[in-house]
C-alpha cells in the first residue's frame, strides 16, 4: 500500500508564536509567584489540571479506539498520540503543585479530623498523587510505544497487546481518576464534597481533548501532514462525538446542581453560591452558553460536523469554555470568591499553556511517521466512509 | 490486506446466507405450530400472571395495608420492583437506538427482540406505581389539565411527577421506533403468508409499505431521527428516576453520582436480560447462525463495561461518605455492608461486581453456559441494588427507636412473581407473532465480511 501524506510545512513564524506563547506563560508564572503567590499557584494549577485532562483524553481516546476495535479514526491515532506527550510535565506540574502549593490546600494547615484527616492526610493525598500518575504515565507510554515500535515491524499482535493495555487502563483510570480529582481540585474547598465531581471532570477533560483533536487535525490537514488523510468522514465522525460529550457534560453539570439545588443542604450549596455571587454569576451562566448551549444548536446540522471552518470554531469557543469551566472550579476556592480576579498572571499563563502543549506537541508529532503506517485497520480507516 | 481485511469485518451472520434464506428463517417459526416447549413455557408463565392478577386484585380491594411496609420503611418492595423493571427496558434502547447512533452493525440480529424486552419492562414497570397510588382509578389524576377538582394541581416540583411525564413519553417513542422498524418485516409477512386473519393484520398494520426507494428513504430517514428521539430519553428516564431518591435529604440517597449511575446500571441490568432471554432464544428458537458468538461476547463486553462504571460508583459513594465526615452519611453505608441487611449488599457486591470479571476471559465468553449463569446472577444483583439502595437507606433511620427490618409480606412476592410472568407471557407471545429478528435490517448486513465483487 502507497500511503501519500504531506509534508510538515511549519512555519518558522507559527513555531515562534508558540515558543513566544510559552516564554510569556512562564515569565507571567514567574511575576506572579513574587507578586501574587497565591494567584500564581492557582493559576498553575489550573493550568496543568487542563494539560493533563488533554493529556488524558487523548490517552482515553485512543484507549477507547483500541477496546472498542474502531477503525475510522486509526489513520488520526498519531494526533492523539502526540497529546499524550504533554502528560509527563503536567504530571510533574501537579506533584510540584501539591508540594510548592501548600496554601491552596486548606487542609493542610488546619487538619480535619475524623476519616477526613485520614483520607485528606498530606502524606496520603502525595503519595496517592505519585503513584496515581506514574501508573497511568507507565500504561500509557506503554501504548503509545508499541502504536509506534509497530511502524517499523508491523506486528499485528501488537495491537492486540494495546487493546489489552487499554482495557487494563481504562479500568484503572475509572478507579483511580475521581479520587485525584477530589485530591486535587474537590480538596480545595475541604468541607465540601459531591459524588459526581470525578465524572463531571471527565466529562470536562474527555470534551476539551475532543476539541484539541478537531483544531489539530484540520491545522496538520491544512500545514501537510494529514493532507490526503483526514476527509470529510473522519471529521463528521469527530464532530458527532464532540456533540454529544458535549451535551454529556450538560448533562452531568445539570445533574449535580439540581441535585445540590433540591436539596439545600447549606454544607453542599455553599460551593454553588461562592459561584453565583460577587461578580461569578455570568461566568457562570457563560461556561454553560459556550460549552454546551451554543456548541450544540451549531453542531446539530450535518453540513457543520463536516465543515472544518465550522467545526474549528466550535472547538475554539469549547477549549475557551473548558478553560472558563476550570477557572470557575478553582478559583472561587483558591483565590476568593468576594471578586473575580482575572489579570495579566491569569491572562499570561492561560496563552502560555497551550503554547507550551503546542511545542511539546510539534516535537513529538514529528518524531513519527504522521501515520500509524502499519496498522492493520489503517486501509479501512484512510477509507472510512459514514 | 485480505487478512486484514478479515481482522475488522469477520461476517455477522453466519451460514453464507442468501436473502431469502433469512426470510424463511425468521419466518417459518411464525408460520409452524408452536413448538410444544412453547405451550410449557406459556402455561408457567401465564400461571404466575395470574397469581399476580389475584394479588393485585386482592391488595387494589383491601388497600395497600397488605405490604410489609412500616413507619420507617415508608418504600420498599413496590419501588424496588418499579425501578427494576424499568431498568431492565434500557437495554433495549441502548441497542435500537444508542447502537444504531454508534453504527454497531451487530445489532441488528438482537435489536427487535431488545425492543420488544423494553416495551414489555416499561408496562411491568408502569403497573407499581398505578398500584401504589391506592386508588389506580384515579391514575389520570397525574396528567396536569385543566379540571373540576379546583385548584388541585400535581405538585410538579416532585420527581415522581416527572417520572409519570418521562415514562410515558418514553414509552410512546419506543414503541413508536419498534412498529416503525416492524413494518418492512410486516409486510414481508403479508406477502409471504396464505389468506387468512393473520395476512389481513399484516398488510393492516404494513401501512401499505411497496419496498420503493422512496418508501425506504422516508423510512431511514425517520428511523434516524427517531433514534436521535430515543437517546436522550432513555436516559432522562433513569435519571429521573434516580432523582426519586437523589432529591431527597436522606443519607444514602441524596449523592450527586445517581444520575449517571442509575443510567449506567440500568443498562448493565437490561443488557444482563436481553442475553439471559437471547440465549434461551437462540437455542429453542434455533437462531445460531443469526445470534452468533460475536454478538454474545460483544454484549459481554458492554456488561464488563456498564458494570465497571456501577462498580465505580459503588466505590465513589463509599468513599466521599467516609470523606464528608458526615456521621449519618457514614452510617448509611457502613450499615449497608455490616448492619443487619448487609447478606443484600454482599448478594449485590458480589454479583454486580465480581461476577462480570469472568467475562473478561474470551473462553469464558464463547461458553453460553457460564454466560446465562453471569447474567442470572447480574439480574439477581441489580435487583438486590435496588433493594439495597431503597431499604437499608430508610430501615435506620437518625432515631434509633425508629429502627425496625423490613420483610416482604406473601402479597408483595406474590405481585411480584406476577409481574415477572407478565414479562415472560407477553414475551412468549411477542416470539409467536412477530419476526424476533428484524430481518429488513439483517439483509442489509449479509454481505457484511464479504469480499466487494
Known amino acids: 500500500m502507497t500511503l501519500k501524506h504531506g509534508a510538515f510545512n511549519l512555519s518558522d513564524r507559527t513555531y515562534g508564536l508558540f515558543k513566544w506563547f510559552a516564554i510569556l506563560g512562564v515569565v507571567t508564572f514567574g511575576l ?18 487542563g494539560l493533563l485532562g488533554m493529556g488524558l483524553g487523548a ?41 510548592a502549593g501548600k496554601s491552596l490546600y486548606p487542609w493542610t494547615s488546619e487538619h480535619a479530623v475524623g476519616m477526613k484527616g485520614v483520607i485528606l492526610s498530606y502524606p496520603f493525598v502525595l503519595a496517592r498523587t505519585i503513584v496515581f500518575l506514574a501508573i497511568w504515565l507507565l500504561l500509557i507510554r506503554a501504548i503509545v510505544r508499541r502504536s509506534r515500535l509497530q511502524d517499523q515491524n508491523g506486528d499485528a499482535s501488537l495491537s492486540a497487546s494495546n487493546t489489552r493495555l487499554s482495557a487494563l487502563f481504562l479500568v484503572v483510570f475509572g478507579l483511580t481518576f475521581w479520587m485525584a480529582c477530589f485530591d486535587w481540585v474537590m480538596s480545595l474547598e475541604p468541607e465540601w464534597y459531591s459524588t459526581m465531581y470525578g465524572v463531571y471532570h471527565f466529562a470536562g477533560l474527555f470534551l476539551g481533548a475532543l476539541a484539541a483533536m478537531v483544531l489539530l487535525v484540520v491545522w496538520l490537514h491544512r500545514v501537510g501532514p494529514l493532507r490526503h488523510v483526514l476527509t470529510e468522514e473522519h471529521l463528521h465522525d469527530i464532530g458527532k462525538l464532540l456533540f454529544g460529550f458535549s451535551t454529556f457534560w450538560m448533562y452531568i453539570w445539570f445533574s449535580e446542581y439540581m441535585l445540590i439545588w433540591y436539596a439545600d443542604f447549606p ?3 455553599g460551593h454553588f453560591i461562592r459561584r453565583l455571587t460577587g461578580g461569578w454569576g455570568p461566568l457562570f451562566v457563560a461556561n454553560m452558553v459556550i460549552t454546551w448551549l451554543l456548541p450544540f444548536f451549531i453542531l446539530l446540522p450535518k453540513s457543520v460536523k463536516r465543515n472544518p471552518n465550522m467545526l474549528v470554531k466550535v472547538a475554539c469557543m469549547i477549549l475557551v469554555g473548558r478553560w472558563l469551566d476550570l477557572y470557575l472550579l478553582i478559583y472561587p476556592s483558591a483565590v476568593g470568591h468576594e471578586v473575580v480576579t482575572f489579570g495579566v498572571v491569569e491572562l499570561g499563563m492561560a496563552v502560555g499553556a497551550p503554547g507550551l502543549f503546542m511545542l511539546i506537541f510539534i516535537r513529538s508529532f514529528r518524531s513519527f511517521p504522521p501515520v500509524p503506517v502499519s496498522d492493520p485497520l489503517l486501509e479501512a480507516s484512510l477509507h472510512h466512509h459514514q | 490486506m485480505a487478512s486484514v481485511h478479515a481482522t475488522i469485518s469477520e461476517p455477522l451472520i453466519l451460514g453464507d446466507k442468501s436473502p431469502g434464506q433469512v426470510t424463511d428463517d425468521v419466518c417459518s417459526s411464525l408460520e409452524r405450530g408452536p413448538h410444544v416447549s412453547w405451550w410449557i413455557a406459556l402455561t408457567v408463565s401465564s400461571s404466575m400472571l395470574l397469581l399476580g392478577l389475584v394479588a393485585v386484585v386482592y391488595q387494589v380491594l383491601t388497600g395497600i395495608g397488605t405490604w410489609g411496609l412500616n413507619n420507617t420503611v415508608g418504600w420498599a418492595f413496590d419501588i ?3 425501578v427494576f423493571w424499568i431498568g431492565i427496558g434500557h437495554a433495549g434502547t441502548l441497542i435500537s437506538a444508542v447502537l444504531f447512533l454508534f453504527r454497531q452493525k451487530w445489532r441488528t440480529s438482537v435489536n427487535r427482540a431488545a425492543e420488544a424486552m423494553t416495551i414489555i419492562a416499561v408496562i411491568c414497570a408502569g403497573i407499581y406505581p398505578l398500584i401504589h397510588m391506592g386508588r389506580p382509578w384515579l391514575a389520570h389524576w397525574m396528567m396536569p389539565y385543566p379540571n373540576t377538582r379546583g385548584p388541585l394541581w400535581i405538585n410538579f416540583r416532585s420527581p415522581l411527577v416527572w417520572d409519570f411525564f418521562a415514562i410515558s413519553t418514553y414509552f410512546t417513542i419506543s414503541f413508536v421506533f419498534w412498529y416503525l422498524g416492524l413494518v418492512p418485516d410486516l409486510a414481508t409477512l403479508r406477502d409471504r403468508l396464505a389468506r387468512g386473519w393473520r395476512k389481513t393484520v399484516a398488510g393492516f398494520l404494513s401501512l401499505g409499505w411497496n419496498g420503493s426507494f422512496r418508501t425506504w428513504f422516508h423510512y431511514e430517514t425517520v428511523y434516524l431521527l427517531l433514534a436521535g428521539l430515543a437517546t436522550p430519553l432513555v436516559i432522562s428516564v433513569h435519571t429521573i428516576v434516580s432523582w426519586d431518591f437523589a432529591t431527597s435529604v436522606i ?21 444482563s436480560m436481553v442475553l439471559t432471554l437471547m440465549l434461551i432464544a437462540r437455542k429453542t428458537m434455533r437462531l445460531e447462525d443469526y445470534i452468533t458468538e460475536r454478538h454474545v461476547g460483544a454484549m459481554c463486553k458492554l456488561l464488563i463495561a456498564t ?22 452519611e457514614q452510617f448509611a453505608f457502613i450499615n449497608r455492608a455490616k448492619g443487619p441487611l448487609c447478606w443484600a449488599y454482599w448478594i449485590m457486591v458480589s454479583c454486580n461486581v465480581l461476577s462480570p470479571q469472568l467475562l473478561w476471559f474470551k473462553w469464558v465468553r464463547s461458553n453460553m453456559a457460564i454466560v446465562f449463569a453471569v447474567t442470572i446472577l447480574i439480574n439477581i444483583g441489580m435487583w438486590f441494588e435496588r433493594f439495597v439502595i431503597i431499604v437499608t437507606s430508610l430501615h435506620r433511620d437518625y432515631l434509633p427507636s425508629n429502627w425496625t427490618g423490613y420483610v416482604p409480606t ?44
Do not use: D
Request: proline letters at 5%.
Open chain 1, 32 to 49: 506572579g509567584l513574587l507578586l501574587a503567590p497565591q494567584r500564581a499557584l492557582s493559576s498553575f494549577l489550573l493550568v496543568n489540571i
Open chain 1, 59 to 99: 490517552a482515553l481516546f485512543i484507549a477507547f479506539q483500541y477496546v472498542c476495535g474502531a477503525h475510522w479514526a486509526v489513520a488520526l491515532r498519531r494526533v492523539p498520540e502526540a497529546m499524550c506527550g504533554i502528560l509527563p510535565w503536567a504530571a510533574g506540574g501537579i506533584v510540584i503543585t501539591l508540594l
Open chain 1, 267 to 269: 454544607e453542599e450549596t
Open chain 2, 80 to 82: 424496588t420492583n418499579f
Open chain 2, 251 to 271: 443519607p444514602g440517597w441524596h449523592t450527586t453520582i445517581l444520575p449517571p449511575y442509575f443510567v449506567a446500571g440500568a443498562i448493565f441490568s437490561g443488557m
Open chain 2, 307 to 328: 458494570g465497571g462504571m456501577v462498580t465505580m460508583a459503588y466505590a465513589t459513594e463509599f468513599v466521599t461518605a467516609m470523606y464528608s465526615n458526615n456521621q449519618y
Open chain 2, 410 to 453: 406473601s402479597i408483595e412476592i406474590a405481585t411480584l412473581v406476577g409481574s415477572f410472568g407478565l414479562f415472560l407471557t407477553l414475551f412468549l407471545l411477542f416470539c409467536r407473532f412477530v419476526p424476533v429478528i428484524a430481518i429488513a435490517e439483517v439483509k442489509g448486513v449479509l454481505n457484511h465480511g464479504k469480499k466487494p465483487h
